[in-house]
């Protein structure tokens, strides 16, 4: 996926997002409720990805999980981060520096 834009949306779901081999994806003022929240957003070898004003489930496990190697350059700002007990989890040849967050 290339170069994706969702834009003031609100999904209900099992299950969040899930970005995988993706670059230049942007999501702003989305809302996501989903019954699993381990991870809301997962991220799997992409990049460019921009998150802004993202709302989900009240005591979310794990906001975001990125993973692979080729992961880089996510950004999330103005979010409420007082909803999650983790914020961000990087594995699989991930970096926690891949991840910028305001």
Known sequence: MKNIKIENSVFQSDYGVDIQEASNIYLSNVKVFSKQTEPVIDIIN????????????KDANLLMRVAGERTKAIMMKATDYGKTKQKVQAELGASDKAVFIK
């Open 46 to 57: 992409s990049d460019s990805i921009g998150v802004k004003n993202f709302d989900y489930s």
